[in-house]
């Protein structure tokens, strides 16, 4: 059985962590095994972009996108924990946020092809099997996370999040020929998302599966 790399994606709230679960279940049931991980990572890195988010230091958005740059080739490459690690080891590989978070929320504040050229190291080391974006109105989103939170991170503004959801179109136009898509309705209970994104999964794992 082949081992996977999928990606999760999707404005902040969107129901990534939830659907990670859900997907890492189904994926269990027919033997995979599974390794679950998110960017920011949990590295020094991550943990320094964290604190920038919780308005703990300060920093510039060029900073910011170049910590993530950081972060994502630790998050590949890290020997102990790394992704490709993961993979040589026969993990199928879950992650919550990949390069496309970078393409959207980087590319609202700087020039995406800035953003892109400086995460091509990273997309030339490994791209993921399906990158699943998770696609939820930014008023929805906003509602959730005004419920879940008392404090509301550096780019959780209802403005922010409506231009990250643009630049995540505008990236998937411009590397629709490199990088495999799939886009789910999110304004639905968690059930009727899972549901798609099992069917888009068994369709990569089995292709000779009806389209
Ligand atoms: P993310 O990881 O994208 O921030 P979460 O999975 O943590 O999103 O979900 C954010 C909040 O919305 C949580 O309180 C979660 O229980 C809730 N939630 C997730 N999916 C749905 C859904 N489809 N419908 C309604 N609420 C949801
Ligand atoms: P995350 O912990 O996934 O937040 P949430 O569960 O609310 O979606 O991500 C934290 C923040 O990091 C989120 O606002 C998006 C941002 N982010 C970037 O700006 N660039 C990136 O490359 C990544 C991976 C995340």
Redesign the pocket.
Known sequence: MKNLFIALE?????G??TQVKLLSDNLKHIGHHIYTT???TNSPIGAM??SI?KHQIEADHRT??GL?VA??LDHILNKRNGILYQMEQGFTVIS????F??????GAHIPLEWVIAANSLSAEIIQPDLTIFIDISPEISMQR?NKGRDSL????TLENLKN?QEKYYEAFDILKEKQKVFIVDGNRTSGFIAEDIWKEVERLINPKLPQ
Do not use: H, T
Not at 96 to 99: A, I, M, N, Q, T
Not at 153 to 156: D, S, V
């Open positions: 999707g404005i902040d709230g969107s990534k962590s998110c960017e920011p972009i964290r988010f910011i996108a993530f972060d994502r919550d946020r990949y390069l978070s970078s393409y959207a929320y980087q996370l991170e550096l780019y959780e990250v």
